[in-house]
Protein backbone atom coordinates (compact mmCIF):
# COMPACT_ATOMS: atom_id res chain seq x y z
CA UNK A 1 0.00 0.00 0.00
CA UNK A 2 1.19 3.49 -0.58
CA UNK A 3 2.37 5.43 2.20
CA UNK A 4 -0.13 8.41 0.21
CA UNK A 5 -2.83 8.58 -1.31
CA UNK A 6 -1.74 11.46 -3.44
CA UNK A 7 -0.94 11.58 -7.04
CA UNK A 8 3.28 10.61 -7.57
CA UNK A 9 3.28 13.87 -9.69
CA UNK A 10 2.47 16.39 -7.40
CA UNK A 11 4.60 14.51 -4.66
CA UNK A 12 7.19 14.75 -7.10
CA UNK A 13 7.07 18.48 -7.38
CA UNK A 14 6.70 19.19 -3.62
CA UNK A 15 9.74 17.21 -2.55
CA UNK A 16 11.47 18.84 -5.77
CA UNK A 17 10.49 22.48 -4.12
CA UNK A 18 12.55 21.77 -0.89
CA UNK A 19 16.04 20.41 -1.56
CA UNK A 20 14.67 16.78 -2.76
CA UNK A 21 13.84 15.94 1.40
CA UNK A 22 10.52 13.97 0.63
CA UNK A 23 7.37 15.69 2.66
CA UNK A 24 5.48 14.05 6.09
CA UNK A 25 2.29 12.96 5.66
CA UNK A 26 1.37 16.14 8.23
CA UNK A 27 2.52 18.14 5.84
CA UNK A 28 0.45 16.83 3.52
CA UNK A 29 -2.48 16.77 5.09
CA UNK A 30 -1.62 20.27 6.34
CA UNK A 31 -1.25 22.02 2.18
CA UNK A 32 -4.68 19.89 1.43
CA UNK A 33 -6.17 21.03 4.05
CA UNK A 34 -5.32 24.91 3.68
CA UNK A 35 -5.68 24.26 -0.39
CA UNK A 36 -9.44 22.85 0.30
CA UNK A 37 -10.42 25.88 2.13
CA UNK A 38 -8.96 28.19 -0.38
CA UNK A 39 -10.74 26.44 -2.84
CA UNK A 40 -14.27 26.15 -1.05
CA UNK A 41 -13.47 29.99 -0.17
CA UNK A 42 -13.40 31.07 -3.63
CA UNK A 43 -15.84 28.78 -5.17
CA UNK A 44 -18.41 30.13 -2.56
CA UNK A 45 -17.60 33.86 -3.29
CA UNK A 46 -17.70 33.36 -7.12
CA UNK A 47 -21.08 31.50 -6.97
CA UNK A 48 -22.63 34.41 -4.75
CA UNK A 49 -21.42 37.40 -6.26
CA UNK A 50 -22.77 35.79 -9.42
CA UNK A 51 -26.33 35.12 -8.34
CA UNK A 52 -26.22 38.87 -6.86
CA UNK A 53 -25.16 39.93 -10.41
CA UNK A 54 -28.39 37.64 -11.90
CA UNK A 55 -30.44 39.15 -9.87
CA UNK A 56 -29.82 42.50 -10.22
CA UNK A 57 -29.96 41.76 -13.79
CA UNK A 58 -33.70 40.48 -13.05
CA UNK A 59 -34.80 43.64 -11.39
CA UNK A 60 -33.23 46.12 -13.86
CA UNK A 61 -31.17 47.42 -10.59
CA UNK A 62 -27.61 48.82 -13.20
CA UNK A 63 -25.89 50.63 -10.40
CA UNK A 64 -26.00 47.64 -8.47
CA UNK A 65 -25.19 45.69 -11.47
CA UNK A 66 -21.97 47.41 -11.96
CA UNK A 67 -20.84 47.57 -8.52
CA UNK A 68 -21.00 44.01 -8.63
CA UNK A 69 -19.44 43.35 -11.69
CA UNK A 70 -16.08 45.31 -9.70
CA UNK A 71 -16.52 42.90 -6.76
CA UNK A 72 -16.19 40.24 -9.47
CA UNK A 73 -13.66 41.18 -11.48
CA UNK A 74 -11.45 42.13 -8.23
CA UNK A 75 -12.56 38.67 -7.21
CA UNK A 76 -10.80 37.42 -9.97
CA UNK A 77 -8.25 39.54 -10.47
CA UNK A 78 -6.95 38.50 -6.67
CA UNK A 79 -7.11 34.46 -7.82
CA UNK A 80 -5.58 35.20 -11.50
CA UNK A 81 -2.71 33.26 -10.62
CA UNK A 82 -4.12 30.81 -8.75
CA UNK A 83 -3.94 29.54 -5.24
CA UNK A 84 -0.62 29.55 -3.37
CA UNK A 85 -0.06 27.50 0.03
CA UNK A 86 2.86 26.87 2.21
CA UNK A 87 4.00 24.60 5.51
CA UNK A 88 7.55 24.18 6.65
CA UNK A 89 9.15 25.33 3.60
CA UNK A 90 6.89 22.98 1.26
CA UNK A 91 4.80 25.26 -0.88
CA UNK A 92 1.48 24.03 -3.23
CA UNK A 93 0.11 25.86 -5.98
CA UNK A 94 -2.89 25.49 -8.51
CA UNK A 95 -4.37 26.88 -10.84
CA UNK A 96 -8.05 27.89 -10.62
CA UNK A 97 -8.88 28.06 -14.75
CA UNK A 98 -11.36 24.45 -14.03
CA UNK A 99 -13.12 26.19 -11.42
Not at 16 to 35: G, K, T, V, W, Y
Amino acid sequence: MEKYAINKKMLRKLTLMNNHREPSLEIIDSLFAQMFLEVSIYRFQKSRVQEEIDKALVTGNKKHFMMLVEKYNELISKYKDGIHVSEQGFDFMISLDEY
